[in-house]
């Protein structure tokens, strides 16, 4: 029987020499689609060579980034790609992953407390699902602090009554009370 994971709850992947990718914990053949999702939802796994056993997980976690920037919009740019490239050989090299790994933490810990400043200035009120909606993009996007979705109009079904005006009028409101609330987060 295969060993599904290591003694941490780390699943294991095993990589064929035919690429399929085999779930030891479920007992079933994935996609680099199934394994993006379980890093979305916080899985731990390792990826393994079926034939000798080489750990291959960062391999596996590049080509799914390269895959996940051929469809649809980028989310690293060209100038950050050559910056990168360019530090390979640089006696700089051992520093970058330790500071590329605390910028992202960090990254993620104030896309956490925007997502929290921007749910409690929105909770209750007309354009709370517009607003949950927009923040699940932003999240998906890995694109916190970028804002023309919020400015994207009313939401299909939604009442004509006011015109178009009067709800950007409302949203530029709303935007600067939220403005306010995360300049006293960052006090």
């Given at each position: 029987?295969?060993?599904?994971?290591?003694?941490?709850?780390?699943?294991?992947?095993?990589?064929?020499?035919?690429?399929?990718l085999?779930?030891?914990?479920?007992?079933?053949?994935?996609?680099?689609?199934?394994?993006?999702?379980?890093?979305?939802d916080?899985?731990?796994?390792?990826?393994?060579?079926?034939?000798?056993?080489?750990?291959?997980?960062?391999?596996?976690?590049?080509?799914?980034?390269?895959?996940?920037?051929?469809?649809?919009?980028?989310?690293?740019?060209?100038s950050?790609?050559?910056?990168?490239?360019?530090?390979?050989?640089?006696?700089?090299?051992?520093?970058?992953?330790?500071?590329?790994?605390?910028?992202?933490?960090?990254?993620?810990?104030?896309?956490?407390?925007?997502?929290?400043?921007?749910?409690g200035?929105?909770?209750?009120?007309?354009?709370?699902?517009?607003?949950?909606?927009?923040?699940?993009?932003?999240?998906?996007?890995?694109?916190?602090?970028?804002?023309?979705?919020?400015?994207?109009?009313?939401?299909?079904?939604?009442?004509?009554?006011?015109?178009?005006?009067?709800?950007?009028?409302?949203?530029?409101?709303?935007?600067?009370?939220?403005?306010?609330?995360?300049?006293?987060?960052?006090?």
């Amino acid at each position: 029987m295969a060993k599904s994971s290591d003694n941490s709850g780390t699943v294991i992947i095993k990589k064929y020499a035919n690429r399929r990718l085999y779930n030891t914990e479920s007992s079933s053949y994935i996609t680099l689609e199934h394994l993006a999702q379980m890093t979305r939802d916080g899985r731990d796994f390792k990826v393994i060579d079926a034939k000798t056993e080489e750990d291959i997980t960062h391999n596996i976690l590049t080509q799914i980034i390269m895959e996940e920037e051929s469809h649809g919009q980028t989310m690293l740019p060209v100038s950050f790609l050559r910056q990168l490239i360019s530090l390979y050989g640089d006696s700089m090299q051992a520093m970058v992953p330790q500071y590329l790994e605390a910028s992202m933490d960090a990254f993620r810990k104030n896309q956490n407390q925007f997502r929290q400043a921007l749910e409690g200035a929105f909770a209750g009120g007309p354009l709370a699902e517009i607003t949950k909606r927009n923040l699940d993009m932003f999240e998906a996007a890995a694109a916190a602090f970028k804002t023309t979705g919020v400015v994207g109009g009313a939401a299909p079904g939604a009442a004509t009554s006011t015109s178009k005006d009067d709800d950007i009028a409302a949203l530029k409101e709303q935007l600067a009370g939220l403005q306010d609330k995360l300049n006293k987060l960052g006090s």
